[in-house]
Each structure stands twice: as C-alpha cells, then as structure tokens.
C-alpha cells in the first residue's frame, strides 16, 4: 500500500461524472477515481473547510466513530473489479483492529474529517500522460463566499457544474 492525498476534484467531461484524483504522496503516480455528487460536494466541503448548517452523512459518520471510542487508523483503496473500486476503513478501538468495507470515496469523505491517512494498492496508481500539463498546485475556482465560511447548496453546485475538461486533467485508463 502506498500513501496518497487528495491531489484534486473535477469532472469527466466525457462520461459528466466527477473524479476525484488521488496523488502519491511525494511521488508523481495518480489514481482517479470516478465518484457520485453527492461525495464529491462532501469531500470539496471538508477540503475547502466549508460548515454546512446540517451535518452531512459524513460527519454523522465522523461523529459515530468518535462517540464510540474508536479510533480511524486509516483508509485503503484496495481494488478495482469490473470498473468498481473497493476500499476499506480501518478503525481501532480498545486495542481491537476492525476493517469495514467501503466506497472508496465514502472512505476518503471520512479520511479527511477525521485526518487519517489513505492508502492505495500500488498497482491501481499510474502515471500521468507525458504531455499532461502538471497541475499539482490545482485548485478548481471556489464560488465567492462574500464573508462567510458557510456555502449554499446552490453555490456548491454552480462549483461543481462549472469545473473544467482542462481544470481536471488528462488520464488514460
């Protein structure tokens, strides 16, 4: 397993789904994971340390997790099969290691909350296209928040939607 950050989130502009990229950390190997709207306004949210009046699924997890005791060791993504990527959240509690499987990007949404580390499987990283522009310090344009740390349902919205081909980058899969 090799460590990874969260190196950027975007959409496809084939398939108009969003992709969050995960990076090596330290190392240049990407990994793009596919990703439903919902995840992806939940992990911009945690990104950008934006508070929502609610919390969301997310942090409702965050808080079970703590209110039990227990501990987020880590998340892994582990696999992919027939175009589906598996991972894990690795929890501790009382000296008990217990693995619960996961969306990967559920199990990044909950990473970031709770600042864990997430892993990869080294085979599922790969190498961005030569002729790719590097983009490593990419950061989508976030909409103007006018003096508030809170964003609507409509601002992150018009975020997601107006994300660009050339915003997320070049992959061969």
């Given at each position: 397993?090799?460590?990874?950050?969260?190196?950027?989130?975007?959409m496809d502009?084939?398939?108009?789904?969003?992709?969050?990229?995960?990076?090596?950390?330290?190392?240049?190997?990407?990994?793009?994971?596919?990703?439903?709207?919902?995840?992806?306004?939940?992990?911009?949210?945690?990104?950008?340390?934006?508070?929502?009046?609610?919390?969301?699924?997310?942090?409702?997890?965050?808080?079970?997790?703590?209110?039990?005791?227990?501990?987020?060791?880590?998340?892994?993504?582990?696999?992919?099969?027939?175009?589906?990527?598996?991972?894990?959240?690795?929890?501790?509690?009382?000296?008990?290691?217990?693995?619960?499987?996961?969306?990967?990007?559920?199990?990044?949404?909950?990473?970031?909350?709770?600042?864990?580390?997430?892993?990869?499987?080294?085979?599922?990283?790969?190498?961005?296209?030569?002729?790719?522009?590097?983009?490593?310090?990419f950061e989508?344009?976030?909409?103007?928040?006018?003096?508030?740390?809170?964003?609507?349902?409509?601002q992150l919205?018009?975020?997601?939607?107006?994300?660009?081909?050339?915003?997320?980058?070049?992959?061969?899969?």
């Open positions: 397993m090799i460590e990874v950050v969260v190196s950027r989130l975007g502009p084939a398939s108009q789904a969003y992709v969050v990229v995960l990076q090596e950390k330290g190392g240049e190997r990407l990994l793009p994971i596919w990703i439903g709207r919902p995840e992806a306004e939940s992990i911009v949210t945690q990104m950008h340390n934006m508070k929502r009046p609610r919390p969301l699924t997310h942090d409702l997890c965050k808080s079970i997790i703590m209110g039990t005791g227990a501990v987020l060791r880590r998340v892994q993504i582990t696999r992919v099969e027939n175009n589906t990527y598996y991972g894990e959240l690795h929890l501790e509690r009382d000296g008990k290691l217990t693995q619960i499987d996961s969306r990967p990007s559920d199990a990044i949404a909950i990473a970031l909350r709770l600042s864990a580390p997430i892993f990869a499987a080294e085979t599922l990283l790969m190498l961005a296209d030569d002729d790719e522009e590097e983009s490593s310090e989508a344009p976030m909409p103007d928040l006018t003096d508030t740390s809170e964003l609507s349902a409509e919205k018009n975020y997601l939607e107006h994300l660009r081909p050339e915003d997320f980058g070049k992959f061969n899969l």
